[in-house]
């Protein structure tokens, strides 16, 4: 069996967090397919150039390209990252026993989840909003001059807030200009319990846990894509 080391990855990956909007249309699969043809050069890295705007609750989010940010889908940088970035992939089978064998006889698909862990190390009130997962209405300037974010209960029967995904790592093959693994999820949502603490001797950083949950407005209902780019 042959045997490539260019198979091996190592890097962290470059991450983004965007708006979602169910309200695609064209093709299906479209959020895949704008982000593919806005990035032409087929470096999906491109979008890593923006930042945050310096103005809180103006303009957090910035489009790839500006032929791709109608209000359907703008994607943010959230800058450094600690810890690269975790995926895990869940099912849950049940089983069927019978009398005759020891062990199960079938296993049945009956639930599934897929989640997607990262650690922001960029403390600012953008990546903090994106954590607790509240609408961009509650950043925004202070009344004594300085900028807010604030605590928000929300309501009883509150849907969680839904974002885009994007995430860039190097994929497997020898190098070239581009050798990437895009990962791309339509919708991400921050659901657990986050935990950062202002310490004498350590950054404070943000860690994120995002759910994922089947687009169904695409052609089939997907957790997202996983794309390797030659």
Known sequence: MAQNTNNILVGAANVA???????????????????????????????????????????????????????????????LTQEGVEIQYQPDFGEVEVDQILDAAKLFKQKMTVSVATTFAEATLEN???????????????QIGGDALYLVPGELGQAPLEQALLFVGNAPGTISTYKQRVYLASRALSVESSTSGVKRAEATVFPVTFRLLPDTAASYSAYGRVVDIA
Not at 23 to 41: E, P
Not at 128 to 142: E, N
């Open 17 to 79: 967090v965007g708006s979602y909007s169910a309200d695609y249309t064209g093709t299906s699969d479209s959020l895949w397919s704008a982000v593919k043809t806005d990035v032409g050069d087929k470096n999906f890295r491109n979008w890593s150039i923006f930042r945050p705007s310096s103005t809180p609750g103006a303009a957090a989010s910035v489009a790839i390209t500006p032929q791709f940010g109608a209000g359907t889908c703008t994607f943010r940088d959230v800058g």
């Open 128 to 142: 903090l909003l994106t954590v607790w997962a509240q609408s961009q209405g509650t950043l925004g300037p202070d």
